[in-house]
């Protein structure tokens, strides 16, 4: 079955509005790292959160690794939010650390 | 800092062409991933070098699909022949202690 998954597929937010997006995963992770994608765009990393609570800016994310979850909360939504989050955990394979990623939550924020 | 590049930004190829993808990683880093990016299967690995040795060869990706790190700061994913199903965004990243760090992509259309 699918390692990690996401919800929402997807998201419509009014801006101003507050976002949780949601990430379960299979395995136990020892890397766990939320991407942005904007359309078109590449992937750029927000934040490398294995465990805890962290924050930059807008943005919290809290990973209960033993509950295997992870969940990004983006507080007061812009336009500019829109696009795809992507959830990541690392997989022990070949002798070394990859990334399976999850299939990313949608996020539309209208003005 | 210059984040990991990527040439050519797009490519058209038809089908049986043989296209090179290029991708510097970030100076220092000892990782590097070659990803495919598609709607429907999402981001699927292909290739995980480290330290210029060839980690993870992408399994069903074999066949037509070559990634190879020439020095450590060059890399480079040769697909021969092309077929139209191959048509996606080719990403490259980079990584010293797990975060990965990706390049704006290829996009790629096989016609």
């Known amino acids: 079955g699918q390692q990690v998954q996401q919800s929402p597929a997807s998201l419509v937010l009014q801006e101003g509005e507050n976002a949780e997006l949601q990430c379960n995963f299979s395995s136990t992770a020892t890397q766990l790292q939320w991407f942005y994608q904007s359309p078109g765009g590449s992937l750029v990393s927000l934040l490398s959160?294995?465990?805890g609570t962290k924050h930059t800016g807008r943005l919290t994310s809290t990973t209960v690794t033993k509950e295997r979850r992870s969940s990004l909360h983006i507080s007061s939504s812009q336009t500019t939010d829109s696009g795809t989050y992507l959830c990541a955990i690392d997989r022990f394979s070949s002798g070394s650390w990859q990334l399976i990623f999850g299939s990313g939550t949608q996020l539309t924020v209208m003005p | 800092d210059a984040g990991v590049t990527q040439t050519p930004r797009h490519e058209v190829a038809e089908k049986g062409q043989t296209i090179i993808l290029k991708c510097e990683p970030v100076s220092g880093h000892n990782d590097l991933f070659w990803y495919r990016q598609t709607k429907i299967q999402g981001l699927e690995l292909l290739s995980y070098f480290r330290s210029k040795s060839l980690m993870e060869d992408g399994g069903a990706f074999k066949d037509r699909f070559k990634a190879e790190m020439l020095n450590s700061s060059f890399s480079t994913l040769k697909i021969q022949p092309t077929e139209p199903k191959d048509s996606a965004v080719y990403l490259c990243?980079?990584?010293?202690?797990?975060?990965?760090?990706f390049g704006p992509g290829t996009r790629l259309t096989v016609l």
């Open positions: 990243a980079s990584s010293l202690r797990g975060e990965q760090y």
């Open positions: 959160n294995p465990s």
